[in-house]
């Protein structure tokens, strides 16, 4: 019998909601353990799991030189094969990839943080030129992460409940995807930009404590408000600083991003919200009417770009029951600006300034450029008649070929492996 085992089905795998694992199933390449949550992959299966990783693999190779390798489970072993040939070989000894159970992992070494991003995308973008014609929808989404210099994540549209499923948007004007950590790259125009610049001014707003409650109490849009958040940063030193957040009235701060914020400018440094104690030793009894105006000295203070250039904000007045209306950017305060966005469906798309909607998007590799010291790894290095040469700068990236393979599935992209 030489005949591939292909149990085609009419009936569609109980309790399971991923269209890419009914298919899969119903075309006889998979089964499905309900008790584990398990897919069991079939001959029909197994050949287009290992075509999509040939595809991936050839495309990475003339796209990027990335050589294949197979090494025990272990990153190590990696980076000994890289140590062992940079020397004689160099480049060729940077870039290597190997599968590991149903994952196609990616390792490189760079020797500046340019270069480490540089093949980050490029990496990237080879991804994106195998897969195609099979998955057309896929795309990658810019994120903002910890002691990263860049980090892509490689998602496409699925259905609420799919393997590696994950809460984004989608543009409904220009079809973007984006998490809610993506980076910002667009912010518009800055808000009252063509406005007079207002005198400042002590409004009286007893209770209005939150955006909510003070646009209802004085007729306005909350984008013309400025919404402040007090975190403590605590640095491997034992000592505490507080931190003071900012972000336009009709937007939230995205804690990743501040995150990657804190770990720039405290390094190693952990942080929380402050607590009641922390902000009345600081500011006073202020809880929910602080601002930026007035700010204590030994307060840091860092802003989202939406905030950048714009006139005529109401903002805390840094005492309780008052705000202070005519607030400007430059003319009142200017603190650092960072991306503190956090994406939901009432902010625009970054691309076409579109309107976001809610959707699931299924999560299937993740590539990001770093230094390698400060993530706890080796440099790489060698000596040779020049001198010792070395590497300090990683890239690498992991891509689920379980995921990828159900959402070729779900997108009816199987005919084309």
Same mark, same amino acid.
């Given at each position: 019998?030489?005949?591939?085992?292909?149990?085609?089905?009419?009936?569609?795998?109980?309790?399971?909601?991923?269209?890419?694992?009914?298919?899969?199933?119903?075309?006889?390449?998979?089964?499905?353990? !309900? &008790? %584990?949550? @398990?897919?069991?992959?079939?001959? *029909?299966?197994?050949?287009?799991? $290992?075509?999509?990783?040939? #595809? /991936?693999?050839?495309?990475?190779?003339?796209?990027?030189?990335?050589?294949?390798?197979?090494?025990?489970?272990?990153?190590?072993?990696?980076?000994?094969?890289?140590?062992?040939?940079?020397?004689?070989?160099?480049?060729?000894?940077?870039?290597?990839?190997?599968?590991?159970?149903?994952?196609?992992?990616?390792?490189?070494? !760079? &020797? %500046?943080? @340019?270069?480490?991003?540089?093949? *980050?995308?490029?990496?990237?973008? $080879?991804?994106?030129?195998? #897969? /195609?014609?099979?998955?057309?929808?896929f795309s990658f989404t810019k994120v903002s992460s910890r002691d990263r210099f860049v980090s892509l994540v490689g998602v496409c549209e699925t259905a609420r409940g799919s393997l590696n499923a994950v809460n984004g948007m989608k543009c409904l004007k220009c079809g973007?995807?984006?998490?809610?950590?993506?980076?910002?790259? !667009?912010?518009?125009?800055?808000?009252?930009?063509?406005a007079h610049e207002e005198?400042?001014?002590?409004?009286?707003t007893p209770g209005a404590h939150t955006?909510?409650?003070?646009?209802?109490?004085?007729?306005?849009?909350?984008?013309?408000?400025?919404?402040?958040?007090?975190?403590?940063?605590?640095?491997?030193n034992g000592t505490k600083d507080l931190l003071f957040a900012m972000i336009r009235g009709d937007m939230d701060i995205s804690i990743s991003k501040l995150s990657a914020y804190v770990g720039s400018k405290f390094q190693g440094a952990s942080f929380r919200r402050a607590e009641a104690e922390e902000i009345l030793d600081a500011f006073g009894d202020v809880a929910g009417f602080c601002g930026p105006i007035g700010v204590p000295e030994n307060v840091y203070m860092v802003a989202d770009m939406s905030l950048k250039d714009g006139r005529n904000f109401v903002a805390g007045a840094n005492r309780p029951d008052y705000h202070k209306a005519g607030c400007?950017?430059?003319?009142?305060?200017?603190?650092?600006?960072?991306?503190?966005?956090?994406y939901q469906k009432s902010v625009p798309c970054p691309d076409c300034r579109g309107s976001l909607d809610e959707c699931e998007l299924r999560r299937i590799c993740a590539i990001e450029a770093?230094?390698?010291?400060?993530?706890g790894e080796?440099?790489?290095?060698c000596r040779d008649r020049d001198g010792v040469s070395a590497w300090p700068y990683r890239w690498r990236g992991e891509i689920s070929l379980e995921a990828l393979l159900c959402a070729v599935y779900e997108k009816g992209g199987k005919d084309g492996l």
């Open positions: 019998m030489t005949e591939l085992f292909i149990p085609k089905t009419k009936n569609p795998p109980a309790k399971v909601k991923d269209a890419g694992v009914v298919n899969l199933v119903m075309d006889g390449a998979g089964a499905y353990n !309900a &008790k %584990s949550g @398990e897919i069991i992959l079939l001959p *029909a299966g197994c050949e287009r799991l $290992a075509r999509l990783s040939d #595809l /991936l693999k050839a495309s990475l190779f003339n796209m990027c030189g990335m050589q294949p390798v197979d090494c025990p489970d272990s990153d190590d072993s990696v980076y000994t094969l890289a140590e062992r040939y940079v020397r004689d070989f160099k480049d060729k000894a940077l870039s290597w990839m190997q599968s590991r159970g149903r994952s196609l992992l990616l390792y490189g070494w !760079a &020797k %500046s943080e @340019e270069e480490s991003v540089i093949k *980050a995308k490029g990496a990237a973008s $080879a991804i994106k030129e195998a #897969l /195609l014609e099979v998955l057309p929808g973007t995807l984006v998490l809610p950590d993506s980076v910002c790259t !667009a912010v518009g125009e800055p808000v009252n930009a063509c005198e400042i001014r002590d409004i009286y955006i909510s409650l003070l646009c209802q109490q004085l007729g306005l849009e909350p984008k013309n408000t400025l919404k402040a958040m007090l975190y403590t940063v605590e640095s491997n400007c950017w430059g003319r009142d305060f200017e603190p650092d600006v960072a991306d503190l966005l956090l770093y230094e390698a010291a400060r993530n080796p440099i790489l290095s």
